[in-house]
T-cell receptor
Framework: AQSVSQHNHHVILSEAASLELGCNYS??????LFWYVQYPGQHLQLLLK??????LVKGIKGFEAEFIKSKFSFNLRKPSVQWSDTAEYFC??????????FGAGTRLTVKP | KAGVTQTPRYLIKTRGQQVTLSCSPI?????VSWYQQTPGQGLQFLFE???????NKGNFPGRFSGRQFSNSRSEMNVSTLELGDSALYLC?????????????FGPGTRLTVL
């Protein structure tokens, strides 16, 4: 069955620490990959997406993600987190139009 | 440009009732997708409409249905509500028909079933 796995449910970091959130998917064909963020009390919003080309994708707010096809992974990274990065992060995959499958989410808490 | 709007924002219903939720996409967007978000199951895809046609459907029972109007506005209906239907229902719109399109999410409708 198609699935998206996010390994970390809750990550706690201090400001300036580096961040890496794992995402693995199990899909047979070509996929499009996304990371969304949901800040407390706000809408889901897109951080970055990958559908072709350079597997290292840069997004907003200093986030980046690397697509490793052989590992079916699309991990999210940020070299130095800020308190304002406290949010829930969702990895998502789609093959077909409009049918986005999300991971369970990773809650990130950044301590000032 | 105005974002995706959803009405109502909060709704309380009792078991057995039915409910209709509304979503207005970003102007010019023709695709509307619906998701259910719960603490236990996370974000789950319900269905997607494009140009008034349902193109994709998730694994939800037939009690969950939707439609899209000619102005791209969409409604979602849940009949014979169950306690487990309590959730945040999110609507997302995207511009065209491409699977690489970014989906823009609305604030959601929080449904509580008593």
């Amino acid at each position: 069955a198609q699935s998206v796995s996010q390994h970390n449910h809750h990550v706690i970091l201090s400001e300036a620490a580096s961040l890496e959130l794992g995402c693995n998917y199990s899909y047979g064909g070509t996929v499009n990959l996304f990371w969304y963020v949901q800040y407390p009390g706000q809408h889901l919003q897109l951080l970055l997406k990958y559908f072709s080309g350079d597997p290292l994708v840069k997004g907003i707010k200093g986030f980046e993600a690397e697509f490793i096809k052989s590992k079916f992974s699309f991990n999210l990274r940020k070299p130095s987190v800020q308190w304002s990065d406290t949010a829930e992060y969702f990895c998502a995959v789609n093959e077909a139009v409009g049918d986005m499958r999300f991971g369970a989410g990773t809650r990130l808490t950044v301590k000032p | 440009k105005a974002g995706v709007t959803q009405t109502p924002r909060y709704l309380i219903k009792t078991r057995g009732q039915q409910v209709t939720l509304s979503c207005s996409p970003i102007s010019g967007h023709r695709s509307v997708s619906w998701y259910q978000q719960t603490p236990g199951q996370g974000l789950q895809f319900l269905f997607e409409y494009f140009s008034e046609t349902q193109r994709n459907k998730g694994n939800f029972p037939g009690r969950f249905s939707g439609r899209q109007f000619s102005n791209s506005r969409s409604e979602m209906n849940v009949s014979t509500l169950e306690l487990g239907d309590s959730a945040l229902y999110l609507c997302a719109s995207s511009g065209t028909s491409g699977s690489t399109d970014t989906q823009y999410f609305g604030p959601g409708t929080r449904l509580t079933v008593l």
